[in-house]
């Protein structure tokens, strides 16, 4: 009834944004293996690689809403001692945060097994490393471990025929 009342004589209603497409729409990158054989190493990659951006996107929206938590509590204090707390407290957390990144790279610095990362306590970088040190004595000398890949494929996977893909992407592109 009220589109009715709207409607002016001669003219076409306006647009809706009504969700149901009149035609079958395609998911994002539906086209992109297009003419890739199913098997191709190429395809897991692009998996791993969007699944790898997921994981990502997730820890961004974590941290944008742990960053919105903070704010609005920042906000609601009421005295300047509420303010100085959370502020205090926030920068115990993030100085934990810190140790523990810290702790993780001082043990695969010297080639420490995972479980003995925990076991580091030193408050401070030359603790760290002084206690970090020791147990590697206890270990022996290891070859530090390597970094996880931040991106890309990682190394456990094959690499496939490279010359096969780069053809396949030349003609692609003819």
Do not use: C, Y
């Not at 969700?19 to 190493?41: C, N, R, S, V, Y």
């Not at 523990?100 to 603790?127: C, H, N, Q, W, Y």
């Amino acid at each position: 009834m009220a589109e009715e009342a709207n409607k002016v004589e001669g003219q076409e209603p306006a647009p809706t944004n009504d969700p149901t497409p009149t035609e079958p729409e395609k998911a994002k990158g539906d086209d992109l293996f297009e003419g890739i054989p199913a098997d191709h190493p190429v395809r897991k990659v692009v998996s791993d690689l969007r699944g790898e951006n997921a994981s990502k996107r997730q820890a961004i929206h974590e941290r944008d809403a742990s960053l919105a938590e903070m704010t609005s509590r920042l906000e609601a204090a009421k005295t300047p001692e509420e303010f100085n707390k959370l502020v205090e407290d926030h920068a115990k957390a993030i100085a934990e945060k810190d140790l523990e990144i810290t702790r993780k790279d001082v043990a695969r610095e010297f080639g420490l097994p995972a479980k003995v990362e925990s076991a580091l306590s030193g408050k401070d970088l030359e603790s760290l490393r002084t206690e970090a040190q020791e147990w590697q004595e206890l270990f022996g000398k290891r070859k530090p471990a390597p970094l996880a890949p931040s991106g890309g494929r990682t190394p456990a996977e094959p690499v496939g025929d490279a010359q096969a893909m780069a053809d396949d992407i030349r003609a692609r592109r003819r």
